[in-house]
């Protein structure tokens, strides 16, 4: 086998957690192939525990502690050299002395990172590896524009300057490897209009999805107590996007629907809620579960899933996974973006206030709901294999003399 520098911003597990599932999916397909040397941070203490399952797929590991306090700190001086802020919340001497060990002992075949803050450690990399690939995922300066526009200053000009210093960045590091990949065509597009010197080395390489994990017909106890229609929304709730979309639901969207459906409840499932989402528990049904073991009694007892995304970037795992676990799932047109379903057959879509409550009632209740939820497992079973998804991976990755 040949070896792989793999670097990633987040330990890459567990397997089915919403920011881990991409990044664990991709080393775990590298490690059927290569000698996984991983680098990577953890910023959860909580994630300490998975360290040991994760060091199965691994011969090498450093993995670094991220205080978020001392990060915000470090990442000030980007203010000074013009650079990004992510950069030197990302940047750890530790991890770069152990990836210039890596490139200068283990020389390895291919080097690979997960998000484009730990191109960082690819730049000066000495002696090169045959193949270097970043997967970016999305395009992450837009969505820092995006959130530019949805703020006042001077919170929207240090959003403006992060979406500007991190396509430079991003350019940057594109220029610099020898590949590199985004989850959906439609981020493809859009980073080749923002830098369409890199056209030829960009390609979309999408996300899947464990339908053996995710299967709707297991037997799960109730994590609910007795009582009316329930609509789930899962994800990390200290993710800005995250905590947008639930504000909004809650307190523009779920009155409207309690207005049709008096005793129905909305749930918010996932790790680190702010004050902003815990704040949601005073408006009527509304019930904050924070962080959960286990994702699939929550969706498996709800009765429709809401993705009310107003500002996401490629493809959104927690659509798939209400999907692939048969529930009627109401969501934007820009949660929606690159996964392909068929509307009204294979998921419900609504962009404003109104027209979102009326899907999430005709979830909550149609008679129909439970077709819909059904196609929708269908659809994900059939387009979103990981091992189909991944294998273009194969290809990048290759040394010259392998051709």
Avoid at 108 to 126: H, R, T
Avoid at 255 to 278: K, S
Avoid at 358 to 378: M, P, Y
């Amino acid at each position: 086998m040949r070896d792989m520098l793999f670097l990633s911003q987040r330990i890459p597990y567990p397997p089915n957690k919403g920011d881990k599932i991409r990044s664990f999916n991709i080393l775990k397909h590298f490690s059927k192939t290569h000698r996984i040397h991983l680098g990577c941070f953890i910023d959860d203490p909580a994630d300490w525990e998975h360290v040991p399952a994760l060091e199965k797929y691994c011969v090498d590991t450093c993995i670094v502690p991220l205080n978020k306090t001392v990060a915000k700190i470090k990442s000030l001086k980007a203010f000074l050299t013009g650079a990004p802020l992510n950069l030197p919340y990302f940047y750890d001497r530790t991890i770069e002395a152990w990836t210039r060990k890596v490139y200068a002992e283990v020389k390895p075949d291919a080097a690979f990172a997960f998000s484009s803050q730990m191109g960082q450690y690819f730049l000066d990399a000495e002696p090169r590896p045959p193949r270097v690939v970043i997967d970016f995922c999305d395009v992450d300066s837009d969505k820092w524009k995006q959130y530019a526009d949805s703020k006042n200053w001077p919170v929207s000009w240090i959003f403006k300057r992060e979406s500007e210093t991190l396509l430079k960045f991003d350019r940057r590091v594109a220029a610099a490897v020898d590949a590199a990949t985004f989850v959906a065509q439609p981020e493809v597009d859009l980073f080749l209009d923002l830098a369409p010197e890199c056209n030829g080395k960009i390609t979309a390489i999408g996300n899947g999805i464990d339908t053996a994990y995710f299967k709707p017909d297991e037997s799960y106890p109730s994590p609910y107590a007795p009582g009316g229609p329930i609509a789930i929304f899962t994800g990390a709730m200290d993710y800005w996007p995250n905590v947008d979309a639930v504000v909004w639901f809650a307190s523009k969207i779920f009155p409207r629907v309690r207005a049709e459906l008096p005793d129905a409840r909305f749930y918010i499932v996932g790790g680190g809620p702010t004050t902003d989402v815990l704040k949601l528990e005073s408006i009527d049904g509304v019930h904050v579960a924070g962080r959960v073991p286990d994702m699939r009694p929550y969706f498996a007892y709800a009765d429709a899933a809401v993705t009310p995304m107003r500002i996401a970037r490629g493809i959104q795992n927690k659509v798939l996974e209400a999907m692939a676990m048969a529930k009627p799932t109401v969501t934007t047109p820009t949660a929606l973006a690159g996964i392909g379903a068929t509307p009204e057959r294979d998921i419900l879509v609504a962009e404003d206030a109104q027209t979102f409550a009326d899907q999430t009632v005709r979830a909550l209740q149609d008679e129909n709901a439970a077709a819909l939820g059904e196609s929708a497992k269908s659809f994900v079973t059939r387009a979103y294999s990981w091992t189909g998804q991944l294998s273009p991976y194969d290809a990048l990755i290759a040394r010259p003399d392998d051709a």
